[in-house]
């Protein structure tokens, strides 16, 4: 299945690419919070991968960029 295009519902569910790749588990992009800050990533009983480049100060900037698409991959974990 591809990912969702810029158009598609803000409220699809899209899972984490690096997640999948290393472990094989489609699980949903959310935003997660580290000592750096917020960020885009995914978990399964604890953090599993830091999607995104960008870390957020805040919860509100790192769902935002999540809702709107206005953040960018990691290639590498």
Do not use: C, N
């Not at 588990?25 to 959310?30: F, I, N």
């Not at 790192?62 to 698409?69: E, F, G, P, S």
């Amino acid at each position: 299945m591809s990912e969702p295009s810029a158009s598609s519902s803000a409220t699809a569910v899209r899972s984490g690419a690096l997640a999948l790749t290393w472990t094989g588990k489609r699980l949903p992009l959310q935003v997660l919070r580290s000592a750096a800050g917020h960020y885009i990533g995914t978990q399964d009983e604890g953090p599993v991968s830091r999607e995104s480049v960008e870390y957020f100060p805040t919860h509100l900037a790192a769902q935002r960029a999540l809702d709107t698409h206005a953040w960018t991959q990691r290639a590498h974990p």
